[in-house]
């Protein structure tokens, strides 16, 4: 048997306008965070959203986001809706999947909009204030 | 009924051709071929009813589907505004935030230098009158060193807030510096900014800050100076600066006007 093509890990340093992007394949966890405006969201998301792909394809394991999202522009609203759809297939047909969104307590508005992104997903999604460095 | 009709003609018809009697009647061979023939027709009307009755409910079920992928796409859709748009408001806020911050004194809210450098630019290029008052708290470092920054911060915002009260909703009072104030008056020459700053100072000395059980009150020192027509707004600002360091120089508590 020929063994699948692994994907490849991403690991991404955020810059000003585009958020950090980590993905661990062996944990079965993919982090982001940051603010999101890249000039061109679509060549930042497809690779996650390839990764993502991968892994629930390739891999019968738990997957689990990590995010600390903070500032998003449409594209990356959109990209983050897609990513967020493909776990409910994947939760639709049994998969473990799960969210966690980290806000910074001071930003009570991030929370407000992690729950809209939430609002049709129907596997575990937590929004959970993150503990402030003083 | 109609069917039943033509079924039971149809009957007749075959039992008749069945019958050995009629074997040999000249109309049989003919009346054979038209019942065959219309046996056959009958099958192909109902083989093309049942097509068309499977490709009608085909194209039900893809307008269904289509039906539901519109209106997904269209749920999809205005979840994605709802979100951008709060988004873009939330940038808005942050935005008028950072403004506010940037133009503004942390601890009294006044306007800082920035905004009333921008202010006064403005009133260069508008041609307006104005004059420019220079406020000083007197021996404001003693209270500092004496009873602490928090009782001198204090005192600042009480300052602030006298100073808000005595003045008309055109006039900008901004933090100039530390301890130093600096009251734009529109539209007001020497004379009546002078008896303005004087009414002010009068009631800037009796505010009062408590530090354990002592009442603390300050002077202030005043320089002021009107626009020149045609003079930039810095030059204005030297000679009301000027006048200050007078007022102090013969023993603060006072004004001093610069000459026009």
Redesign the interface.
Known sequence: MPAMTMIPDLDISGSQSTPIIRSDWAAGRLTMQGDSYPENSYDLFDQVIAWVQGFLTQESRPLRLELGLV????SS??AM?DIFDLLEEAHEQGRQVSVTWHYDPRNE??A??AE??K??CSYPFVITPAKVVP | MKALGEEGLLERVAALLADPRHAEHPLREALEALYLQHRDQQEQLERLMSISDRYQSLAREAQQVTQKRYERALKRQKKLSRISDRYQALMRERNQTLHQEAHHDALTELPNRRLIDERLAQLDRGGRRYTLALLDIDHFKQINDEYGHDVGDELLVAITRTMRQGLRDYDLCGRWGGEEFLLLLGDTGLEEASSIVERLRTRLAQVRVASGDQWLSVTLSAGLSEHRVGEPYLTTLQRADQALLEAKREGRDRSQLASC
């Open positions: 500032y998003l522009n449409t609203v959109k809706m508005r991030i407000e909009l809209e992104f609002e049709d």
